[in-house]
């Protein structure tokens, strides 16, 4: 994977910087996570840092890519009742993602969403039609991966080899580890608190940061892939 610049964040910026550099075709990447619990051994931002962490991959991969401020709150009502989850709702997310894609389009023609958190994909995924139907040039990344959906092995290793300060592994316990098709209804009517008590969706216990770097390599690769064909006729 090519490393070449540092990642360019928005916030470090001043509002002439900003216009040049737009001026030039630049991207802005917004990452969209989530404040959520992850079971008893991971943080609530783990969704917010993995969305960081992948533009901060994109942006080191292109001179062209400015970062902007995370949204760190999402529609996160399937985790309520765990202690910390800060939910702002779909209805809310859609409006933000919308709002926020009208107003950064006012600087930036290009625009990629890299959204970390699978409970905004249907707003995230609603704003950008309406955004796109607008005639801006909006990009939704949603990063995938195989295996435990929730504070199970990826997220553990991903962050493991992020923040391990943050990841407290002695406390990851096995959770529920049936597929997602079989506790689907539970989760539907009455979130992740019907399904397991642990709050995880899956087993971190043997989550490695080698196994985390090698997931954050592909999905970064993924991103970098999209922005590239998707940016082919004004690549410099
Ligand atoms: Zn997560």
């Known amino acids: 994977m090519p490393a070449q610049s540092p990642a360019v964040l928005l916030a470090e910026l001043t509002s002439p910087e900003v216009g040049r550099r737009a001026a030039g075709g630049a991207i802005l990447a917004v990452p969209l996570g989530s404040t959520e619990q992850h079971g008893a051994h991971l943080p609530l931002s783990t969704d917010t840092d993995v969305a960081l962490a992948l533009c901060r991959r994109l942006g080191e991969s292109r001179a062209d890519v400015i970062i902007a401020p995370p949204l760190a709150y999402g529609s996160s009502g399937e985790h309520a009742g765990f202690a910390g989850t800060l939910s702002i709702g779909r209805v809310a997310v859609e409006l933000i993602v919308l709002e926020l894609g009208r107003s950064a389009t006012d600087t930036f023609e290009h625009l990629v969403f890299v959204s970390a958190h699978g409970g905004n994909t249907e707003a995230v995924t609603a704003a950008v039609r309406t955004l796109r139907a607008e005639s801006r ?37 096995r959770g529920d580890v049936r597929s997602l098709a079989e506790t689907w209804p539970l989760l539907r009517s009455g979130g992740v608190r019907a399904v397991t008590e642990t709050g995880v969706l899956g087993d971190p216990t043997h989550a490695t940061a080698a196994a985390g770097r090698r997931l954050l390599d592909v999905l970064a690769a993924r991103l970098i892939d999209e922005v590239a064909t998707w940016c082919l006729p004004v690549l410099r």
């Open 137 to 173: 040039d909006v990009l939704l990344y949603l990063p995938r991966w195989e295996g435990d959906p929730h504070a199970g092995h990826p997220e553990t290793s991903m962050m493991l080899d992020l923040a391990p300060e943050l990841v407290q592994l002695d406390r990851a316990v």
